[in-house]
């Protein structure tokens, strides 16, 4: 997998070797620094849960922000934000409902000060050095809202790994780390993020061809299912497969949301309203379309 991605580079002088037989369900603490457990954990696994690494006033805030940016969208009819459509689906009650919110930290003061915050210079240093927040690159900073409800756009997520985006930009990614804030209180009914520990490590035919990209939603039996706590960090490696399964409950108790922030290394490309939209999202706006024909 050498080509596809730089390897992870350990910190100075240490030899992490004590992280890499900790049970997969371990929750670590953001501090100032990545330590050697959480580095040769994720080099090991594929990825990390942080403890709470939001507060709750802070999930609050984000949330409120991003809703209200929502609700101007709908209210405009605006389908695509530089380039980037809105998932649009149906809400609880069948009202227009944005369920993959793009470039959030461009549209609020808030929620910019909390993707630039000082709490996350560890993640970025452990994704390379000069790492920037891409507020208004690729899809900037997305909100998913998942709700299992009938018309839904999002109630799941199929497998996937994020690293494809990257050959779909028409380049060889770079290494990646998805860095994912979460705002629910997830266990296993309420569907939610399964991955498979080590998938990073398989190989470009494995990345490529491991699984049906976006198709293919059945268990696995390596997966992982990671329960989060509202304000929950997650990090993945970007060739790591993931899914998100949906949720046994239906209506508002269903609701899921999750924001990425893409700390970015490569060359800076900022968007902005004449930018055009990339082909795997002009194929994902087919395959729901599709699936909501079949509500109607
Ligand atoms: O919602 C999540 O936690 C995962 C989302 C995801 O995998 C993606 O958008 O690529
Ligand atoms: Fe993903």
């Known amino acids: 997998m050498s080509a596809l991605a730089e390897t992870t580079v350990p910190p100075e ?10 049970p997969l369900d371990t929750r670590f603490t953001l501090g100032a620094e990545i330590t ?27 949330l409120a922000a991003a809703d209200a940016q929502a609700a101007k969208w709908i209210a ?13 689906g149906r809400g609880v009650d069948g009202e227009e409902f944005i369920a993959r919110q793009p470039f959030n930290s461009v549209f609020s003061d808030y929620i910019r000060d909390f993707v630039h915050d000082d709490r996350f ?27 299992n409800v009938p018309g839904s756009a999002y109630p799941r997520l199929g497998w996937h790994t994020d690293g494809l985006r990257d050959i779909v930009y028409m380049r060889m990614p770079k290494r990646m780390l998805n860095v994912g804030l979460h705002f629910d209180r997830i266990t296993r009914e309420d569907g939610g993020l399964r991955l498979i520990p080590g998938s990073h490590k398989q190989g470009v035919k494995g990345f490529l ?3 049906a990209y976006f198709m293919d939603h059945r268990e696995d039996p390596n997966e992982v299912m990671v329960e989060t706590k509202p304000g929950d960090l997650t990090i993945h490696d970007g060739r790591l497969w993931h899914r998100v399964e949906k949720s046994q409950h239906t209506g508002q108790r269903s609701l899921r949301r999750s924001m990425y922030l893409p700390y970015l290394t490569d060359e800076y490309q900022p968007k902005d309203e004449n930018s055009r939209t990339p082909p795997y999202h ?13 509500f109607k």
């Not at 457990?37 to 939001?54: H, R, S």
């Not at 507020?135 to 997305?142: I, L, N, P, R, T």
């Not at 002009?282 to 079949?294: D, E, N, P, T, W």
């Open 13 to 22: 002088g240490v030899a992490p070797t004590s992280g890499r037989n900790l």
């Open 76 to 88: 405009a009819g605006t389908k695509k934000v530089y380039g980037i459509p809105l998932f649009r």
């Open 209 to 211: 061809f491991g699984k």
């Open 36 to 62: 050697p457990q959480q580095w040769a954990f994720l080099d090991e696994n594929g990825f990390l849960i942080f403890d709470q690494v939001a507060s709750a006033d802070e999930c609050a805030g984000i």
């Open 282 to 294: 002009h194929i994902g706006a087919l395959v729901r379309r599709f699936k909501q024909l079949r």
């Open 121 to 147: 210079q560890p993640i970025r240093d452990l994704i390379g050095k000069n790492t920037r927040v891409g507020d208004q690159e690729k899809d900037g900073v997305v909100l998913n809202r998942y709700l």
